[in-house]
């Protein structure tokens, strides 16, 4: 197990997330499919042990934001589906199909990219042939040279050797520089085109999964109803290189009470369904419906919904119905103090003196602040819980630490838990309250919480797991 040895941790409780997932699995109709959204780690809870939990619940469907984090997810060694719920460029195609994550698609750069790859096709290998198409642009970013290399063996070595030249300039003093870093991306897409032509020629030509997104209202990313979405999923589903698994879109009010543009939504979105349905096209996976529309009108969101924020047991608003899906907060924030003194009144706290003690007041030291994500807009306002009871965050909070103030609390001792995010004893300071003192809303709360808190996992009240990215 890994360690940590400043006494500032979170607390995920892998009990209160199973709890979750098998709330939704009661309260959801038959067959539906829960896919789990872990972008952002798990809203920051740390997304290769969520994922391993979920799966273990039996949630077969994984969702992120963008590739990276798809690609971190299989190098932990995750074998689910995964789908990239945000853009991808063109030049990822080849790395998506080898590492089997699914794709978001609705725009025409797609058949470009799968022209420009299949372009010179070679029949011995199969598809997609030729690599120069999908990393010159790399390449031409490192040192405009693609125009020399004609296989992406070439390509590879060119690669490496652009980054050994950057570093050598550099006196190799860094390793991780952009430019490097670049060519190094470009070798792996070459390889990731070279192992496709390798596994082409012995399995026969993969394809590449996605999910075609359709922009009912939320003007973010997607096709417009109906006949743009129409022609494009219609190319899409004759193409022989890809594999159109699923079509979705996002709801933009469904955590507001009020559904009326949540209906509206979802009738754009099945005039295309239906179009498809009444040509005897059934896709895998059709889904519109996140946490709000899990809980409130599921029987919108066909036979997959996308949860995110319920599975760590917030509530995406106050409108939903919290009767149907009773969830249980999963993240908690703990810390201890770690220099406890009386001071006498009048006393400074904290930069800029914003507070001073009103008489004489025992102030103890927490080991937190705003570079771990307890951001500085709480302070004067925001409280800690000790033994049970509120005590207030005093003074200015700083990068590192910030003070509370307990005067009133008998013999606080430093081996002692105070909390700043979850329940002690019959106290909760939760998401919500956090949030609103920053002016910002609950989702941003797990999220904030920085690497350099560790995540010690829970299960049965037991430590079961550490990940503390600082000591890897
Ligand atoms: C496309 C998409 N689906 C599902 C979700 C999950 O939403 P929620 O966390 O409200 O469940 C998100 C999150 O923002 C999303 O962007």
Not at 139 to 160: H, L, P, Q
Not at 433 to 445: F, K, P, R, V, W
Request: glycine fraction near 8%; hydrophobic fraction near 40%.
């Amino acid at each position: 197990m890994e360690t940590f040895y400043r006494p500032t941790w979170v607390e995920v409780s892998l009990d209160a997330l199973r709890s979750n997932i098998r709330a939704f699995q009661r309260a959801l109709p038959a067959g539906m499919h829960i896919m789990a959204v872990v972008k952002a780690d798990a809203y920051g809870h740390g997304a290769e042990h969520v994922v391993r939990e979920a799966m273990a619940c039996g949630v077969d469907y994984f969702g992120v934001a963008c590739m990276d984090e798809g690609l971190k997810l299989r190098r932990s060694g995750v074998k689910a589906p995964i789908l990239v719920l945000g853009y991808t460029p063109p030049e990822g195609i080849p790395l998506a199909i080898k590492h089997d994550l699914t794709l978001t698609v609705f725009q025409d750069e797609l058949w470009q990219a799968l022209d420009a790859m299949g372009s010179g096709r070679d029949e011995r290998y199969g598809w997609p042939g030729p690599a120069e198409s999908v990393t010159a642009v790399d390449i031409m970013n490192v040192g405009e040279r693609a125009e020399a290399f004609e296989s992406a063996n070439a390509m590879k070595d060119a690669a490496v050797e652009i980054a050994y030249t950057i570093e050598s300039a550099n006196g190799f003093k860094s390793v991780n520089s952009g430019q490097s870093l670049h060519a190094i991306h470009a070798a792996e897409s070459a390889n990731a085109v070279r192992h496709l032509q390798e596994m082409a020629s012995t399995e026969g030509p993969r394809k590449l999964k996605v999910h075609i997104k359709i922009d009912t209202g939320m003007g973010r990313l997607g096709l417009q109803p109906d006949d743009e979405a129409i022609a494009f999923v219609e190319k899409a589903l004759a193409h022989p290189w890809l594999d159109v698994e699923g079509i979705f879109t996002h709801f933009a009010c469904a955590d507001e009470a009020d559904k009326t543009y949540t209906y509206e939504q979802h009738r754009k979105f099945d005039r295309i369904v239906e179009h498809f349905r009444k040509r005897g096209v059934e896709f895998r996976y059709v889904h519109t419906g996140n946490s709000a529309a899990g809980i409130d009108c599921p029987e919108l969101s066909y036979n997959m919904v996308r949860l995110g924020i319920s599975l760590y047991g917030l509530y995406p608003s106050e409108e939903v119905n919290r009767e149907r899906v009773v969830l249980e907060p999963v993240m908690s924030v703990k810390t201890k103090m770690v220099h406890i003194k009386t001071l006498p009144p009048g006393s400074g706290i904290s930069y800029g003196i914003a507070y001073r003690t009103q008489g004489e007041e025992t102030i103890a030291t927490l080991p937190i602040g705003y570079a771990d994500g307890y951001s500085r807009l709480l302070s004067g306002h925001v409280q800690a819980l000790v033994r049970g009871r509120r005590v207030p965050v005093v003074g200015r909070i700083c990068m590192d630490q910030c003070m509370v103030n307990v005067t009133g609390i008998d013999k606080p001792a430093g081996d002692e838990e105070v909390v700043l995010l979850g329940r002690q004893q019959d106290e909760a300071i939760t998401a919500e309250e956090l949030a609103s003192i920053m002016g910002t809303i609950h989702y941003e709360i797990p999220c904030m919480v920085s690497h350099r808190v560790p995540r010690v996992y829970i299960r049965d009240g037991k430590r079961v797991a550490v990940t503390n990215p600082l000591l890897r």
